[in-house]
């Protein structure tokens, strides 16, 4: 895809006219920490430049017509503020629909529908969070559209009903509506680090978030001679939302029984050195395995912080390359092609670290390579993956950007 008038497209599906505006969503790649934000634990991550865009205008009446520019051949599809259901919608709209559901379920009831057009350039199922992105984006967009009483009369709306709580919520307040979608509505279990981090991204800048209580600080990506890099696997993530479900379990099954010898609200409550007291209370091989990767990435998440604002780049490296090993052994939600990725990414020149990013079962890895070695870095991999596994992988070198917000869709609505 070249260039894109995105505001083009969305007249040539819904027609001219009314108050049509757009916003941008960044996806998010996690540097560390990786299964910790469901056990109240740190987590790492960055906004990229890739993300998902939003054209939009709100309706007189309480219909939705939506239109993905990335699944074409669905069409705009129609629906309305008065069809939710819950769990049942298998395809892109029940993201948008499930915000618009959460926003109500919270609290804040919407009066009129839209019409809207997505285009994202985030891979699909990458797991570089393309449905966290546009959940928020749906939030920042409800946000934005129901906070003003002076919107459009033009379109024969009356605003005078215009949510005065809605422009009073936070894009935390949104983050926090997109995982509630996400949990009741899609019927993904996630945390909620995906939809903070694509919400609150800092251009340069990674998020030291503590899920426990939402404190986060923005930490300076300096890399200096190092780049991040992405590579998709391109597996098909299939089993990925069953798998993801099983994991959380088994993290609750393994804390209920940690409980009953000290007194902790979450997983990641424990230090290491209490865990290793504690852990003969665990009899299954396979709880106490998933136990320790969280209760050890939680530290190592620390420590990778910590290395990263001395310069310690080559510490950092380390605390990647063993996040995915128990991620691997521990976690077990790598794979062979993450594994595959990761293990050639680790043999490369100028490669300090490597790891599987966001939920695994396929999906992307994350790598930090000196600058001079990327292009061999990416022959190097791409020809063995490819050769292995009998198709190729993909290679983004990762551009930091911004959170979730508005964009002038007269000017800077052209994308790549
Ligand atoms: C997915 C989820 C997140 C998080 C990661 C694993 O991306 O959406 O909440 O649990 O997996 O770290």
């Given at each position: 895809m070249n260039h894109i008038n995105l505001l083009n497209e969305f007249v040539d599906k819904f027609g001219e006219g009314g108050d049509i505006r757009g916003y941008f969503t960044p996806g998010r790649v996690n540097l560390i920490g990786e299964y910790t934000d469901f056990n109240g634990g740190y987590v790492f991550p960055c906004g990229l430049t890739m993300g998902t865009y939003m054209v939009a205008r709100k309706r007189a009446d309480r219909k939705l017509y939506m239109y993905s520019m990335n699944f074409e051949k669905k069409g705009v599809v129609q629906s309305s503020l008065d069809e939710f259901v819950n769990g049942l919608e298998k395809n892109w709209t029940m993201y948008p629909k499930g915000v618009m559901w959460a926003f109500e379920e919270k609290g804040y009831p919407l009066t009129y529908g839209y019409d809207f057009l997505v285009y994202g350039n985030i891979p699909n199922g990458s797991g570089l969070s393309s449905s966290a992105s546009l959940e928020v984006l749906t939030g920042i967009m409800l946000k934005d559209m129901n906070g003003t009483k002076d919107i459009d009369s033009r379109n024969g709306i009356d605003n005078s009903d215009s949510n005065d709580d809605i422009h009073g919520i936070s894009l935390q307040d949104i983050a926090l509506i997109g995982q509630f979608a996400e949990n009741k509505y899609v019927g993904v279990n996630c945390g909620i680090m995906d939809q903070f981090a694509v919400a609150m991204a800092k251009k340069d800048y990674a998020i030291f978030l503590d899920t426990n209580n939402l404190s986060y600080k923005y930490v300076p990506l300096k890399l200096g001679k190092y780049k991040i890099v992405i590579i998709s696997s391109n597996k098909k993530r299939s089993l990925a939302d069953s798998k993801y479900n099983e994991r959380r379990s088994e993290c609750e099954q393994a804390l209920a029984l940690l409980q009953t010898r000290k007194k902790v609200s979450c997983l990641c409550d424990l230090t290491v050195a209490d865990f290793n007291e504690i852990q003969d209370v665990i009899a299954d091989d396979i709880l106490?395995?998933?136990?320790?990767?969280?209760?050890?990435?939680?530290?190592?998440?620390?420590?990778?912080?910590?290395?990263?604002?001395?310069?310690?780049?080559?510490?950092?490296?380390?605390?990647?390359?063993?996040?995915?090993?128990?991620?691997?052994d521990d976690f077990e939600v790598t794979g062979v092609e993450l594994d595959l990725l990761v293990q050639e990414a680790q043999k490369c020149e100028g490669v300090v670290g490597s790891r599987m990013t966001g939920a695994g079962f396929g999906g992307c890895t994350v790598s930090i390579v000196r600058d001079d070695c990327i292009d061999a870095f990416i022959e190097q991999v791409g020809k063995t993956y490819e050769e292995e596994i009998g198709y190729s992988a993909d290679f983004y070198v990762a551009g930091v950007g911004d959170g979730a917000h508005k964009i002038d869709i007269d000017g800077v609505n052209y994308v790549e």
């Open positions: 106490l395995a998933r136990a320790k990767h969280v209760i050890y990435e939680n530290e190592r998440t620390k420590n990778a912080v910590t290395a990263l604002e001395i310069n310690d780049i080559v510490e950092f490296g380390k605390l990647m390359n063993e996040s995915h090993r128990s991620l691997r």
